[in-house]
T-cell receptor, first 116, second 109 residues
Framework: ETGVTQTPRHLVMGMTNKKSLKCEQHLGHNAMYWYKQSAKKPLELMFVYSLEERVENNSVPSRFSPECPNSSHLFLHLHTLQPEDSALYLC???????????????FGSGTRLTVV | DQQVKQNSPSLSVQEGRISILNCDYTNSMFDYFLWYKKYPAEGPTFLISISSIKDKNEDGRFTVFLNKSAKHLSLHIVPSQPGDSAVYFCAASADDMRFGAGTRLTVKP
């Protein structure tokens, strides 16, 4: 148990579908992150939330829409995705942004997304 | 703009020998450097970090070396064990964390 739980573990969706990825942490962390991992590429930072406010949107297309309703939950809403969006989506959390950069993030196991 | 680079996609070593994983970075504003380990079907797990004001940090079998002038860091694992077989990600942080593409380490019995 990593402390960060992501659901679902696997998701197959069509290009016209709407789906959501869920991330949950009960570590008392105040910062949460979405990363995308494509094959043989670095983890790409997508969104950063600090104290439930979005503080960074790393030039992510609008077909990805994050939501942070409280400090324990983070969602990534997906709509009209493209096949090239198929990847592993990882959620992470840290006590705060600064501490995370020093002591590391706690990652979930990820959602393997396939867009068909 | 890839600020953190791991140029070796894979590395294979014999059990008991040293594993050396390398990482280069471009942004001199990074002030902490971290290594993560990732097993299949799991998220990355934090392994060890080093502040930019140090050149070495050791934790058991794992040692990270930082060469700021060369913008290079390395992770040494001694002795390597089969359970160390995983993908290792180098990361660097300023405001947020940037990752390399990972190196797959295989330790052969």
């Amino acid at each position: 148990e990593t402390g960060v739980t992501q659901t679902p573990r696997h998701l197959v969706m069509g290009m016209t579908n709407k789906k959501s990825l869920k991330c949950e942490q009960h570590l008392g962390h105040n910062a949460m992150y979405w990363y995308k991992q494509s094959a043989k590429k670095p983890l790409e930072l997508m969104f950063v939330y600090s104290l439930e406010e979005r503080v960074e949107n790393n030039s992510v297309p609008s077909r990805f829409s994050p939501e942070c309703p409280n400090s324990s939950h983070l969602f990534l809403h997906l709509h009209t995705l493209q096949p090239e969006d198929s990847a592993l989506y990882l959620c992470a959390s840290s006590q705060d942004r600064r501490t995370g950069g020093i002591y590391g993030y706690t990652f979930g196991s990820g959602t393997r997304l396939t867009v068909v | 703009d890839q600020q953190v680079k791991q140029n070796s996609p894979s590395l294979s070593v014999q059990e008991g020998r040293i594993s050396i994983l390398n990482c280069d970075y471009t942004n001199s504003m990074f002030d902490y450097f971290l290594w993560y380990k990732k097993y299949p079907a799991e998220g990355p797990t934090f392994l060890i970090s080093i502040s930019s004001i140090k050149d070495k940090n050791e934790d058991g079998r794992f040692t990270v070396f930082l060469n700021k002038s060369a913008k290079h860091l390395s992770l040494h694992i001694v002795p390597s064990q089969p359970g160390d077989s995983a993908v290792y990600f180098c990361a660097a942080s300023a405001d947020d964390m940037r990752f390399g593409a990972g190196t797959r380490l295989t330790v052969k019995p």
